[in-house]
């Protein structure tokens, strides 16, 4: 059964830095590509940033590109989501997600519990 | 970006009811197109996928058509467990959008 973990949540001032991590588990992590999705409060779901199975193709919303960074490490089956210059409108649970498979061009089917980012003063 | 139309935005429904709830994509998205169901504290939940597809291990009162750029999404008979937001998302091009969700409530 494949299993998505996500930790490194937290409380971040204005301007701060955070990095998510995303642990998978029962499956073969190269072959697929994985994605960030967030829920701010009361709000509905949003597309963060999608990094494909090769790691050699990356992409962001317009809402943080330039300040986040996705990446993923093969050798211990983990996608990281790297924020800085955090804003107050970046608060939110962070979900990841896997796709159905290694490009961009299908569905998330698997999804962790989400961590929660809150960025305030 | 593609813009996805979901209605309505909430709906109030009884136990065996029929529901039916609707997304309009502003472009051709051929049927890549799926379906979520979201539950407070929980992690996002595929129902359909390629339009019409039921997930594995889904249960059959969950459906979905698609018509052009117009996609349905049905529950046969409403169940307690089926209190939930659904939402609609587009895969065919980046970035990935979502409709705006639709809080169904018993």
């Known amino acids: 059964e494949v299993e998505l973990v996500e930790s490194g949540g937290g409380l971040a001032q204005p301007g701060g830095s955070l990095r998510l991590s995303c642990g998978a588990s029962g499956l073969t992590f190269s072959n697929y590509a994985m994605s960030w999705v967030r829920q701010a409060p009361g709000k509905g779901l949003d597309w963060v940033s999608l990094?494909?199975?090769?790691?050699?193709?990356?992409n962001y919303a317009d809402s943080v590109k330039g300040r986040f960074t996705i990446s993923r490490d093969t050798s211990t089956n983990t996608v990281y989501l790297q924020m800085s210059s955090l804003r107050g409108e970046d608060t939110a649970i962070y979900y990841c997600a896997k796709h159905r498979g290694a490009a961009s061009g299908d569905y998330m089917d698997v999804w962790g519990n989400g961590t929660t980012v809150t960025v305030s003063s | 970006d593609i813009q996805m139309t979901q209605s309505p935005s909430s709906l109030s429904a009884s136990v065996g009811d029929r529901v039916t709830i609707t997304c309009q994509a502003s472009?051709?998205?051929?049927?890549?197109l799926t379906w979520y169901q979201k539950k407070p504290g929980k992690a996002p939940k595929v129902l359909i996928y390629?339009?019409?597809n039921l997930e594995t291990g889904v249960p059959s009162r969950f459906s979905g058509t698609a018509s052009g750029t117009y996609f349905t999404f049905t529950i046969s008979s409403l169940q307690p467990d089926d209190l939930a937001t659904y939402y609609c998302?587009?895969?065919?091009?980046?970035?990935?959008?979502f409709g705006g969700g639709t809080k169904v409530e018993i």
């Open positions: 998302q587009q895969y065919a091009e980046l970035p990935p959008t």
């Open positions: 390629d339009a019409s």
């Open positions: 990094i494909s199975g090769s790691g050699g193709s990356t």
């Open positions: 472009h051709d998205i051929s049927n890549y």
